[in-house]
Structures are given as structure tokens and as C-alpha cells.
């Protein structure tokens, strides 16, 4: 765990959130993850089935809970607006990496295409059920560029969000929003004045992602926040 951690830390120091565009391959820092933890399952082979499997699930559920908490945790910025919190404590734990500070849905879209890899890559391993460490990562990310988010988020369809997302984490969705660097173009809804928004990306005209505009964010985070 501590090599990911350092992994981790060096790939994503800099990284950009705010991606501005669409991108249909895997960031660089999840093919390195990915390329490390084969070489490092590949020396697992003469251990036992039970010993093997528990490394492999160690392994992919750090790199996956890693990625919820630097998506979805407050964010250094976050905890100091919001009047210094945890006594001025780091809000991240002993690994070096603050929680990302901004995200747009591009960023969010190109995160989805790293999970799928991380998924694919698990699932190849034959280690049974490896693939649903990500689960929660992919919920959240799959949540965000849901064009239907905002009329989930209305009280009246609780039942319905709950039913699409049954472990979806309101609280998660609030510090991402709190995140969110929305646009300042138009958007029309069909399921209610937030509902339903489409952008197309300009590389990918099939792209089809929720785009939340700057003034709809507060909201959305108000709700999260009930």
C-alpha cells in the first residue's frame, strides 16, 4: 500500500480536474496504477488461492477508496471556508495528497473511463468479484454525469434516486458540487427547471453528459445538504 501511496501521490500532484474536454482513453496516472499492480499480482502467482485473492482485493480496494476520498472528501479550501474545521487537522489523513479543490464534468467523464479500465483490468484477473471494489467510485461518477441528477436531487423523487442509486452518498454529492466548475452557457430541462440538460462534446458528438450551469450549483448543493 505504501508504493501505491507514493504512486498515487507523484502521478496526481498536478493534475488537472478541470479537463475542459472529453477524452475516450484512460489518464495516464490509472494506466500506471494499473500496469504496477499486474507486475505486482504477477509475483502472487505461487501463493495460495485465499492469501492471493486477499492481496489482489488490498490492493485495488485502496487504489479505489484513494480515488473516492480525493474526489468526494472537503477539500482543504472547503474546510477553511467553512470555518476551519477538525481543529485546523489535515482532512486527508497521513497520505500526501489534499482532496481535489475543483472538478468539471469533463473531469468527471474522463475519471468514469479510468474506472472502467480499473474495472476491466480487475475483472481480467480472474479474482472473483475483484471488479466491485470500484463499485462505489463508478456509482459516484455515474451519478454526476446523470442528466437526470437534478430532478433526482427534488425531494418529491426520493424514491426514484433511491432506486436508481440505492448507495449513493448524498453527502459525497455535496462536496463534489461544492467542487463543481459549471458553465455559464444555457440548458434546457424536460424533467423540471433543472432536469435534463445536454452538452455535446465538440471532439465527440456523441458524447451526452449532465452539464450544470454556475447559478443551478447552490441549489443542488442545498438539497444534498436537507
Known amino acids: ?9 507523484f502521478s496526481l500532484e498536478n493534475f488537472q480536474w478541470v479537463a475542459k474536454s472529453s477524452s475516450d482513453i ?27 485473492a486477499g492481496l489482489h482485493f488490498s490492493c485495488c480496494g485502496h487504489v479505489a ?3 473516492v476520498r480525493l474526489l468526494a472528501d472537503v477539500s482543504s479550501k472547503g474546510v477553511m471556508d467553512s470555518g476551519r474545521q477538525m481543529g485546523g487537522q489535515s482532512v486527508h489523513g497521513s497520505s500526501g495528497l489534499s482532496p481535489l479543490s475543483k472538478i468539471d464534468a469533463f473531469g468527471l467523464n474522463n475519471l468514469s473511463v479510468d474506472v472502467v479500465e480499473f474495472e476491466n483490468f480487475a475483472n481480467a484477473t480472474g479474482v472473483s468479484q475483484l471488479g466491485e471494489c470500484f463499485n462505489e467510485l ?9 442528466r437526470d441528477l437534478p430532478a433526482l436531487l427534488q425531494i418529491e423523487n426520493v424514491s426514484a434516486r433511491r432506486k436508481k442509486y440505492p448507495f449513493l452518498s448524498l453527502e459525497k454529492v455535496g462536496n463534489i458540487l461544492e467542487k463543481y466548475v459549471g458553465t ?6 424536460a424533467m423540471g427547471p433543472m432536469g435534463d440538460r445536454l452538452k455535446s ?13 454556475k447559478n443551478e450549483i447552490p441549489l443542488l448543493i442545498k438539497l444534498c445538504r436537507m
Not at 463508478?138 to 446523470?146: E, G, N, P
Not at 455559464?184 to 430541462?189: D, K, V, W
Open 201 to 213: 462534446d465538440r471532439k465527440n458528438h456523441n458524447l451526452k453528459i449532465l452539464m450544470l450551469k
Open 138 to 146: 463508478s456509482t459516484i461518477c455515474t451519478a454526476m454525469l446523470d
Open 1 to 9: 500500500r505504501n508504493k501505491l501511496d507514493v504512486l498515487i501521490d
Open 65 to 67: 477508496e484513494r480515488l
Open 26 to 52: 484512460p489518464n495516464a496516472y490509472a494506466e500506471s496504477l494499473i500496469e504496477y499492480m499486474r507486475s505486482t499480482f504477477a509475483y502472487l502467482a505461487p501463493m495460495d488461492e485465499g492469501s492471493r
Open 184 to 189: 455559464g452557457g444555457m440548458a434546457m430541462g
